[in-house]
């Protein structure tokens, strides 16, 4: 198995500039996430899924959109790209919610892709 | 608001030395709490996940406990390796279930010395 598969790996954009990070996973996870991670600081929620069809916003969504077409693909967007939107964006995904009772809910996440805007 | 931190920031040690990793989180009333492992460049792997019904998760050289009344996590790594050199990270969910729950510390950077 793949995993979960970000793509690209690092990008540079000009403000203003949109472009999306692809996300695929091949475990037939029902959750997926987004995350973002800045140098010294935790990961920090930017959206996430419950699967096909459904998305919902998480601590820091404000300059990104979501969409969930399939249970593989999650990508996200960014459509005026902002130099606070340097960062390394990391996409998981889980069988169930991160949190449930159970085995299951382990979070697997991909290698990252690291973005700057200038 | 639950906030997650891990102390301390950094550590170094020589090969061969037991340590152990903290983690503390200010709101008891979670589901369960996981530690990763993150190499610089990569993503984070899952190490070891505790329910909130359990006190310990054991794997290989890893042992995680949980201590949710003084909402204490200590991840205890034996014989440490310079294969072990990485940052982990403990993430927490907490009860009342939207995904916005799931709190992550900032991590410590372990260097383990040949």
């Known amino acids: 198995n793949a995993g979960v598969t970000q793509t690209p790996k690092f990008r540079i954009l000009k403000i203003g500039q949109s472009m999306t990070l692809q996300c695929t996973q091949d475990m037939n996870h029902n959750y997926m996430y987004w995350y973002r991670q800045d140098p010294g600081m935790g990961l920090k929620l930017i959206y996430y899924s419950v699967g096909a069809g459904i998305t919902d916003k998480g601590e820091v969504p404000n300059g990104y959109n979501v969409s969930r077409s399939t249970t593989e693909d999650f990508p996200l967007r960014l459509e005026l790209a902002a130099p606070s939107q340097t960062s390394v964006y990391f996409c998981?995904?889980?069988?169930?919610?991160?949190?449930?009772?159970?085995?299951?809910?382990?979070?697997?996440f991909g290698n990252g892709t690291r973005l700057t805007v200038t | 608001k639950q906030e997650v931190t891990q102390i301390p920031a950094a550590l170094s040690v020589p090969e061969g030395e037991n340590l152990v990793l903290n983690c503390s989180f200010t709101?008891?009333?979670?589901?369960?709490l996981q530690w990763f492992r993150q190499d610089p460049g990569k993503g984070l792997t899952s190490l070891l996940l505790?329910?909130?019904?359990?006190r310990e998760q054991t794997s290989g050289r890893l042992n995680a406990s949980l201590d949710k009344s003084s909402g204490r996590s200590t991840l205890y790594i034996a014989a440490s390796q310079p294969g072990d050199s990485a940052t982990y990270l403990c993430a927490v969910s907490r009860r009342g279930g939207s995904q916005g729950n799931l709190i992550f510390g900032k991590g410590t950077k372990l260097s383990v010395k040949p």
């Open positions: 505790i329910q909130s019904s359990q």
């Open positions: 998981a995904s889980s069988y169930s919610r991160f949190g449930d009772r159970g085995p299951n809910s382990p979070l697997h």
């Open positions: 709101d008891s009333a979670i589901y369960n």
